[in-house]
C-alpha cells in the first residue's frame, strides 16, 4: 500500500511517521519508508524514554488482557483509581469492549482508537483533560 502512495507523489514529498508506541513491526516500516529519519522521544529532563516525573505510574500484571476490567473493578472499589488514568490495550477490538464494560460499570471513560474519527478522538482527548472522563 504505501508503494502505491509513493508512486502517487513528487519523489521529494516530506515524508513523517508518528507512534506513541513503536513496535518492531512500526519501527521495521519506519526504516523501510522514511530518508534519514530522526529518532524523537518524549521525556523527562535528563534521561532517554520513560515517563515524565509529573506523572505517577503503576506496573500491575493482570494475567492477560481480559484481567483490565477486573483489575479496574478493584482499585474503584478499594479507592485506588485516582483519574485521570489511561489505559492501553492490545488492539482497537480490546479497547471498544473495555470502554463498553467500564461504560456498564458507571465509570465516566472514553476510547481512543484508530477506527475513530479524528473529530471523534479529538473530542475525547478534550473530555479528558476537562476532566470529564478519567
Known amino acids: 500500500q504505501m508503494d502505491v502512495i509513493f ?3 513528487a519523489p521529494s ?10 513496535t518492531p513491526t512500526v519501527r521495521s516500516l519506519a526504516e523501510s519508508v522514511l530518508r534519514n529519519p ?7 529532563p535528563g534521561s532517554y524514554g520513560g515517563a515524565n516525573t509529573d506523572i505517577e505510574q503503576e506496573l500491575m500484571f493482570v494475567g492477560r488482557e481480559e484481567g483490565k476490567l477486573l483489575a479496574m473493578r478493584q482499585l474503584k472499589e478499594r479507592g ?13 477490538e480490546r479497547a471498544q469492549a473495555l470502554f ?6 458507571g465509570m465516566h471513560v472514553d476510547v481512543i482508537h484508530a477506527g475513530r474519527s479524528q473529530s471523534a478522538r479529538d473530542a475525547a482527548v478534550a473530555k479528558f483533560r476537562k ?4
Do not use: H, M, N
Request: charged share 15%.
Open 80 to 92: 485506588q483509581l485516582k483519574p485521570p488514568c489511561i489505559v492501553f490495550v492490545q488492539s482497537q
Open 7 to 9: 508512486s502517487a507523489i
Open 131 to 134: 476532566g470529564e472522563t478519567w
Open 100 to 105: 463498553a464494560e467500564l461504560l456498564y460499570e
Open 38 to 44: 530522526i529518532d524523537l522521544r518524549i521525556a523527562a
Open 13 to 22: 514529498a516530506a515524508r513523517a511517521l508518528f507512534s506513541a508506541t513503536v
